[in-house]
C-alpha cells in the first residue's frame, strides 16, 4: 500500500506564549512517508534561516529520490549524505554571513519506508512512539542534560529541574561534520509516532502526552491542537511542533522487486 | 545560629570548597567543621554539593547526603552552621530564557541565560526569593474542581470527577468527544463519530465549547449534567 493511503499525518507548529517569532520549522510529505521538523537557534532571525533551511532543502533532495523502492541500507546512506549536506550548507551560511554567525538547529525525522521507520536526529527534538497503551521515547536528547544523567549525576526526576536546559551538544550548521543518529524500528498497524521540539515535552509531562494519545487517537488534528494547546496552558515559554503520524495500514511495498530493477536501471 | 545572615557568596567558581583549614573557599573554623568538609560544583546554572568524607557529614534539608544536586532554597549543614542555596535563574528574567543552545566539548564558553548568580546566603535568614521554577503540567491546578453526572440510561447518578487534562466521553466508534480541563475552565470538543455534542439542546460545531455550571450535554443518547464542586 501506498504510504499516503497507509499513514495519517498531521503537522502543527506554534510560537509559544512568549516568543515573538517561530524558529521552528515543520514538514510533511505523505507520498513518500517523510517527516521533518527542526527547532533553530541563533540571533535575530538566523534560527529561522537555519531551521528553514534544514527543511527545505532535505525535503527538495528527498523529494527528488523515489525512497519506496530503496534498501533500507540505501535509505540510511542517503539520509546520512543528505543530512551532511543540509549542515554544511548551513555552515557555509553562518561562516559568510555575518548576520547568520553561530546559527543551527536540531532535526529530527522520520522515513516510513516497508513497514519500518528509520529516524534521524541531531539535538534534543524528539520521537515518540504510542503503541497498545504505552508511549516510549525514542530518541536520545543530544544534550548536556542527557549526558548528566547518562553518567549518573542527575536522576531524571532531578533533571525536570536543572536550570541547564537547552543546552545540546550537537547540531546542524555549528561545525563543518555533524555525527546524525539514526536508528530503525519495525512499525505496527496503530501505532501513533509523535515527533516534536523541546517546547512541547519541557512544557508537558510524558503523562499527559500518554493521555493526550490514547483520548483523541481517533482524531489526530485534535490531539495535535491538544498537545500544542497544553504546552501554552503550562507556560508556553518556547516554541512549540509536532508531527503526528498514524499508521492505518501495513505499508510493505508490493511488486517492490521490478521497481527495485527498474530503480537499478536508470 | 540566630537566624542572621552572616554572608552571602556568589557561586562563580566552578568548585568551591567548604571547611575548616584556611586554603579552602569558605572557611568556618570550627571543631565540628572537617578540615576539607564540602564542595560545590557548579556547572553552568547547576549546583552540586559533595561531602568530602567528613567526619561529622553533611546534610541536605535535614538528610545525610555524598553528593547531592542542589535546588532552590535547599538548607545545607555542616554542624551548627546553616547555607542556604538560592538559584533564581527559574524566574523568566528575559526573553532569551530557555533559548536552545549549543554547548560544544573542548571548553567554548556557552553564555548561559539569564545569569542570575546562584548564590548560597550563610545562616537561615528572612529572604526575599523567586518563586522556584514550576514543574511542567501543573498549569490547570488552579481550576475549580468540577464532575459529570449522569442523568438518564443504566448509569443514571452515577458522578465522574474531571480531574484529569481530558476526560473522554460516549462510546468509541459511535460517538465520543472530550471535557478538556484548562487554566480558563472546562471545554468540551467532538472527537469522532457523526453526530456531534448537543449542550443545553444547541448541537455544537467542531470547536471547542466552554463549559458552564449545569450545562446538560448529550452524547450518544446519554444526558448528562456539567456542575462546579463547591
Redesign the interface.
Known amino acids: 500500500m501506498d504510504p499516503s493511503d497507509a499513514l495519517e499525518i498531521f503537522a502543527l507548529t506554534d510560537p509559544g506564549q512568549?516568543?515573538?517569532h517561530n524558529e521552528d520549522a515543520v514538514f510533511a510529505n505523505p507520498g513518500q512517508g517523510l517527516v521533518i521538523l527542526a527547532?533553530g537557534?541563533g540571533g535575530y532571525n538566523a534560527g529561522e534561516v537555519a531551521s528553514g533551511m534544514t527543511v527545505t532543502l532535505l525535503a527538495d533532495s528527498l523529494g527528488r529520490q523515489d525512497l519506496r523502492c530503496m534498501s533500507g541500507a540505501a535509505l540510511e546512506q542517503l539520509l546520512r549524505t543528505e543530512i551532511q549536506a543540509v549542515n554544511q550548507a548551513i555552515h557555509q551560511a553562518a561562516d559568510s554571513q555575518p548576520q547568520y554567525a553561530g546559527m543551527?538547529t536540531?532535526l529530527v525525522m522520520g522515513v516510513f519506508h516497508a513497514d519500518r521507520l528509520l529516524v534521524g536526529h541531531v539535538?534534543?527534538s524528539r520521537c515518540y512512539r504510542w503503541r497498545q497503551g504505552n508511549l516510549a521515547c525514542l530518541t536520545r536528547d543530544h544534550s548536556?542534560l542527557q549526558e548528566?544523567i547518562d553518567s549518573g549525576?542527575?536522576?531524571p526526576a532531578?533533571a525536570?529541574?536543572?536550570?541547564?536546559?537547552?543546552?545540546?551538544?550537537?547540531?546542524l550548521g555549528?561545525?563543518s561534520v555533524v555525527e546524525v543518529e539514526l536508528t530503525g524500528y519495525d512499525v505496527a498497524v496503530g501505532d501513533i509516532y509523535l515527533f516534536c521540539s523541546?517546547g512541547l515535552n519541557?512544557?508537558?509531562?510524558d503523562?499527559?502526552i500518554a493521555?493526550?494519545l490514547q483520548?483523541?487517537a481517533?482524531?489526530l488534528p485534535?490531539a495535535g491542537g491538544?498537545l500544542v494547546?497544553?504546552a501554552n496552558?503550562?507556560?508556553g515559554?518556547?516554541n512549540v511542533s509536532v508531527i503526528l503520524v498514524k499508521v492505518k495500514a501495513s505499508f510493505k511495498e508490493s511488486g517492490s522487486w521490478w521497481r527495485q530493477w527498474l530503480a537499478w536501471l536508470k | 545560629m540566630d537566624g542572621l545572615v552572616l554572608k552571602e557568596i556568589n557561586l562563580e567558581k566552578e568548585r568551591i570548597t567548604i571547611g575548616r583549614k584556611p586554603h579552602n573557599d569558605i572557611q568556618i573554623d570550627n571543631l565540628a567543621i572537617s578540615g576539607e568538609h564540602a564542595a560545590v560544583v557548579t556547572i553552568l546554572n547547576d549546583s552540586f554539593l559533595e561531602d568530602l568524607n567528613s567526619t561529622n557529614g553533611t546534610l541536605v534539608n535535614g538528610q545525610p547526603i555524598k553528593k547531592h544536586f542542589l535546588r532552590h532554597n535547599d538548607v545545607i549543614e555542616l554542624g551548627k552552621y546553616k547555607l542556604k542555596y538560592l538559584n533564581d535563574t527559574a524566574a523568566p528574567v528575559a526573553d532569551d530564557y530557555q533559548k536552545t543552545m549549543v554547548i560544544r566539548p573542548g571548553g567554548i564558553r556557552p553564555e548561559p541565560p539569564a545569569p542570575a548568580a546562584p548564590a548560597p546566603a550563610a545562616a537561615q535568614g528572612p529572604h526575599s526569593v523567586a518563586p522556584p521554577s514550576p514543574a511542567p503540567g501543573t498549569a490547570a491546578q488552579g481550576v475549580p474542581a468540577a464532575a459529570i453526572q449522569i442523568l438518564n440510561g443504566a448509569n443514571a447518578g452515577k458522578e465522574l470527577p474531571l480531574v484529569k487534562t481530558l476526560t473522554s466521553l460516549g462510546k468509541p466508534g459511535v460517538q465520543v468527544a472530550v471535557i478538556a480541563r484548562r487554566p480558563q475552565g472546562y471545554f468540551i470538543t467532538h472527537v469522532e463519530g457523526a453526530h456531534f455534542p448537543v449542550v443545553n439542546g444547541q448541537t455544537l460545531d467542531a470547536q471547542a465549547h466552554p463549559l458552564k455550571d449545569h450545562d446538560v450535554i448529550e452524547i450518544a443518547g446519554v444526558k448528562m449534567e456539567f456542575f462546579l464542586k463547591p
Do not use: F, P, W
Open positions: 512568549v516568543r515573538s527547532d537557534m543551527g536540531t539535538g534534543d548536556l548528566q549525576l542527575l536522576s532531578e525536570r529541574y536543572s536550570q541547564n536546559r537547552n543546552l545540546v551538544t550537537r547540531a555549528v561545525e523541546d519541557d512544557m508537558v509531562e503523562e499527559d493521555l493526550t483520548t483523541l481517533a482524531n485534535l491538544q494547546q497544553l496552558d503550562n507556560g515559554r518556547d
